[in-house]
Antibody
């Protein structure tokens, strides 16, 4: 059974930092791109960023709203995904979800649509407030 | 960035009604579109991928259609458990973008 379990959410002051983690199980974590998606209270879904696989050099993409402040990393040996958030703003207050992305065991992804966000973690709440 | 315009943003309907939600992309995205259902306090659940492929375990009353810029999610006969918010997602190009959501409420 595929599972994604986030942790690390907390109340933090504006300008502060926080690190979220997501532990995956039930699938070959190292073969999938992994994304973070967030949802502010009462609002819609917003893509935060992505990290690709080793075969794609662990390259990353970020939403403009977080670029330069957030960093996504992964440790495949631990089935672990992280989101380092610096210079936090009140607008970053949201539930943060980790999601499974495309299956890319080599430089080419396979059946991209099939795996796109098919599994989500339960989410972890980040509140940025003084 | 590709903008995804969902309509309506909210609607009320009765059990048994046929419901159609539309999503329009600001430029062509082929069939790189998925639909999600989210209930209050819950995790989004994928219903449709590749614009028209039904997720395993999802009731057949849900269907997706379209390609290019115009897409639809149809619920053929609305059931009590279908009252929720629905989102489309395009993954044709970065940044990945979601529609604003459609809240389906009980009439």
């Amino acid at each position: 059974e595929v599972q994604l379990v986030e942790s690390g959410g907390a109340l933090v002051q504006p300008g502060g930092s926080l690190r979220l983690s997501c532990i995956a199980s039930g699938f070959t974590f190292s073969d999938h791109y992994m994304d973070w998606v967030r949802q502010a209270p009462g609002k819609g879904l917003e893509w935060v960023g992505r990290i690709r696989t080793k075969a794609n050099r662990y390259t990353t993409e970020y939403a403009a709203s977080v670029k330069g402040r957030f960093t996504i990393s992964r440790v495949d040996s631990r089935n672990s995904l992280s989101l380092q958030m610096n210079s936090l703003k009140t607008d970053d207050t949201a539930v943060y979800f980790c999601t499974r992305g495309p299956y890319c065991p080599n430089a080419v992804c396979i059946s991209i649509a099939l795996y796109y966000y098919d599994y989500w973690g339960q989410g972890t709440l980040v509140t940025v407030s003084s | 960035d590709i903008q995804m315009t969902q309509s309506p943003s909210a609607m009320s309907a009765s059990v048994g009604d046929r419901v159609t939600i539309t999503c329009r992309a600001s430029q062509g995205i082929s069939n790189s579109l998925a639909w999600f259902q989210q209930k209050p306090g819950k995790v989004p659940k994928r219903l449709i991928y590749g614009a028209s492929s039904l997720e395993s375990g999802v009731p057949s009353r849900f269907s997706g259609g379209g390609s290019g810029t115009d897409f639809t999610l149809t619920i053929s006969s609305l059931q009590p458990e279908d009252f929720a918010t629905y989102y489309c997602l395009q993954h044709n190009s970065y940044p990945v973008t979601f529609g604003g959501g459609t809240k389906v409420a009980i009439k």
